[in-house]
Antibody
């Protein structure tokens, strides 16, 4: 069965960077992309970006274009999200989710809690 | 940009029908997906491409989309349906966008 397993919680200071991983199993990693979505406290879901499973294509929300880096390692079936210049309002649960380009998100990781605090 | 407008909250009596709307300009021309997120859990896809249910999603959940409004309908509402619900579309230029979310309360 399809599974997306994310890395553990992170505590970072403002201005730092964070790297979150999402390890996929149960399907051919290169044939699906992965999106990154977050939910801040009291807020709704927010899409950050999408990377193809072959690491060849990326789409990033305009809001995060200068702070988000995404990579996909086909050898380990793992995707990574790096978010830089962290601010207090980046505190949120971050999810990876599987999708084909333009399509719905059919499987989700369990979430990674990022807390940004001085 | 493209905005998707959802009511912040909807209440429904146990066993009755709940309808959650998602408004957007000419949304009927786009594919709308719906997600359910229970507290402390990851979102779950419950409707894709307007009206299709993934395997395992009860028939009580249905979707429609026309004009400027997409609608998620939940019949015979149960306590387990209490959750936040999000609509989503993909559009060229903005990629994916979510509605603001609707908190469903089952009374």
């Amino acid at each position: 069965q399809v599974q997306l397993v994310q890395s553990g919680p992170e505590l970072k200071k403002p201005g730092a960077s964070v790297r979150v991983s999402c390890k996929a199993s149960g399907y051919t990693f290169s044939t699906y992309g992965l999106s990154w979505v977050r939910r801040a406290p009291g807020q709704g879901l927010e899409w950050l970006g999408w990377i193809s499973g072959d690491n060849a294509n990326r789409q990033v929300s305009l809001k995060f274009q200068d702070r988000v880096t995404m990579t996909a390692d086909t050898s380990t079936a793992t995707a990574f999200l790096q978010l830089g210049s962290l601010r207090d309002d980046d505190t949120a649960m971050y999810f990876c989710a599987r999708s084909l380009f333009t399509s719905s998100f059919d499987y989700w990781g369990q979430g990674t809690l990022l807390t940004v605090s001085s | 940009s493209y905005d998707l407008t959802q009511p912040r909250s909807v209440s429904v009596a146990l066993g009755q029908t709940a309808r959650i709307t998602c408004g957007g300009s000419n949304i009927g021309s786009k594919n709308v997906h719906w997600y359910q997120q229970r507290p402390g859990q990851a979102p779950v896809l419950i409707i894709f491409r307007d009206k299709n249910r993934p395997s395992g999603v009860p028939e009580r959940f249905s979707g429609s989309n026309s004009g400027n409004t997409a609608t998620l309908t939940i019949t015979r509402a149960q306590a387990a349906d209490e959750a936040d619900y999000y609509c989503q579309i993909w559009d060229s230029g903005i990629n994916w966008v979510f509605g603001g979310g609707t908190a469903l309360t089952v009374l």
